[in-house]
Antibody, heavy 121, light 107 residues
Framework: QVQLVESGGGVVQPGGSLRLSCAASGFTFRNFGMNWIRQAPGKGLEWVAVLSHDARNEYYADSVKGRFTISRDNSKNTMFLQMNSLSTEDTAVYYC??????????????WGQGTLVTVSS | DIQMTQSPSSVSASVGDRVTITCRASQGIRGWLAWYQQKPGKAPKLLIYAASSLQSGVPSRFSGSGSGTDFTLTISSLQPEDFATYYCQQANSFPYTFGQGTKLEIK
């Protein structure tokens, strides 16, 4: 069965950095795009970034562009999110999600359990 | 960016009721819309994709419709496990965006 396990969350000071990981199993990781989606405490969902299956195409939300970098290692079935210049507004549970694509678009068919990132002094 | 607006923000209903949640996009998104269910402390779960396609394993009491800018999620007969928060999401263009959520509560 598909499993996505995030790790790397924790408490970091404003201006600091953190690297999240998402370990995938139960499907052929190298064939699927992957996403990061976050949810601030008590708030709704915010899509953060996507990386294509071959790592050639990546897109970001405006709120993280230039500060966050998504990457993947298909040999290790793992995706990453490098987060720099963190602010309190980045405090959230971060989910990784597998992309399910039809002819023209992609949705999120499997999600991890999330990892909490808290930005606080 | 495409703005997604859900209504209502919250709704109270009873087991067995029929419930409809609507989602409106700020511009046309063809049929590239998904619905997710989220329970407290859990990750969201995909229910409907491409506006009306039922994700594998999701009960048939869930259905979706719409295209362009206006979409609906209908639960035909509420079950106790359906009380949760529901989100729509557009997948027409980046950045992907979600609605603000609709909390479905027990009356």
């Amino acid at each position: 069965q598909v499993q996505l396990v995030e790790s790397g969350g924790g408490v970091v000071q404003p201006g600091g950095s953190l690297r999240l990981s998402c370990a995938a199993s139960g499907f052929t990781f190298r064939n699927f795009g992957m996403n990061w989606i976050r949810q601030a405490p008590g708030k709704g969902l915010e899509w953060v970034a996507v990386l294509s299956h071959d790592a050639r195409n990546e897109y970001y939300a405006d709120s993280v562009k230039g500060r966050f970098t998504i990457s993947r290692d298909n040999s290790k079935n793992t995706m990453f999110l490098q987060m720099n210049s963190l602010s309190t507004e980045d405090t959230a549970v971060y989910y990784c999600a597998k992309a399910y694509c039809n002819s023209a678009s992609c949705f999120f068919d499997y999600w991890g359990q999330g990892t909490l990132v808290t930005v606080s002094s | 960016d495409i703005q997604m607006t859900q209504s209502p923000s919250s709704v109270s209903a009873s087991v067995g009721d029929r419930v409809t949640i609507t989602c409106r996009a700020s511009q046309g998104i063809r049929g590239w819309l998904a619905w997710y269910q989220q329970k407290p402390g859990k990750a969201p779960k995909l229910l409907i994709y491409a506006a009306s396609s039922l994700q594998s394993g999701v009960p048939s009491r869930f259905s979706g419709s719409g295209s362009g800018t206006d979409f609906t999620l209908t639960i035909s007969s509420l079950q106790p496990e359906d009380f949760a928060t529901y989100y729509c999401q557009q997948a027409n263009s980046f950045p992907y965006t979600f609605g603000q959520g609709t909390k479905l509560e027990i009356k």
